[in-house]
């Protein structure tokens, strides 16, 4: 595989120091969105087998999985015009903008359970926006796009096909558990580093 990877090999060493470091979950937000940002910066390194569309609804590719489950790393991909439930993470997420335009539709909760719109963020490629229980976990996602895919580049602080967390329905005002899972069931190689290696040999 073409070493259009190394970028993403180094987010993830990243985000591996970030937990190891132990320094808690703004100081993830503020350096692993950075570290997300420069993730995002360039197109060419997410294999194309992790950014197709279905043509009814959108899916979550797992691309790495922290083997602490303390992050993973996902391709979100939606065909055009596609859009998420309304629903939470429970856990801190980072969402940078790789492909296409999305908008995220944010909700606040009162005490008695009811949502209110808190606002919309229109993301654009290099964007990098951030969810979690302290700062805002509920929105909506949808591709901005009529006419073809979008796709961003999320992390998020849990194997979070794996999470059990909610959707809502806001005419009802119900929630629902929800549990997301992933559209694949094999990752990419992120680590055939040979052909580096063989170049430094010469062989
Ligand atoms: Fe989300």
């Not at 999985?65 to 439930?85: A, I, K, M």
């Not at 801190?92 to 949502?115: C, F, H, K, Q, T």
């Not at 963020?121 to 929105?139: F, K, M, N, W, Y």
């Amino acid at each position: 595989m073409a070493d259009g990877q190394g970028c993403l090999r180094r987010f993830l060493c990243e985000l591996t120091r970030l937990c190891d470091a132990g320094t808690g979950e703004a100081d993830i937000r503020e350096h692993g969105g950075a570290a997300l940002s420069r993730l995002v910066a360039t197109d060419e390194w997410l294999p194309p087998e992790f950014a197709q569309p279905h043509p009814a609804h959108y899916r979550q590719y797992l691309l790495y999985c922290d083997p602490l489950e303390r992050f993973s790393v996902v391709s979100f991909v939606w065909g055009p015009g596609q859009r998420t439930p309304v629903h939470d993470h429970t856990v801190w997420g980072l969402i940078g903008m790789l492909r296409g335009a999305e908008v995220s539709r944010n909700y606040s909760i009162d005490p008695g359970g009811r949502l209110s719109c808190a606002g919309e963020e229109r993301l654009l490629p290099g964007a990098v926006t951030a969810v979690s229980p302290q700062i805002g976990d509920i929105h909506q996602v949808e591709n901005c796009l009529v006419d073809r895919p979008s796709i961003s580049i999320h992390a998020y602080g849990a194997n979070i096909g794996a999470v059990a967390r909610h959707i809502f329905v806001l005419e009802s005002g119900s929630m629902k558990p929800f549990v997301s899972g992933y559209a694949n069931t094999m990752l990419p190689n992120l680590w055939d580093r040979s052909a580096e290696v063989r170049a430094r040999l010469g062989i």
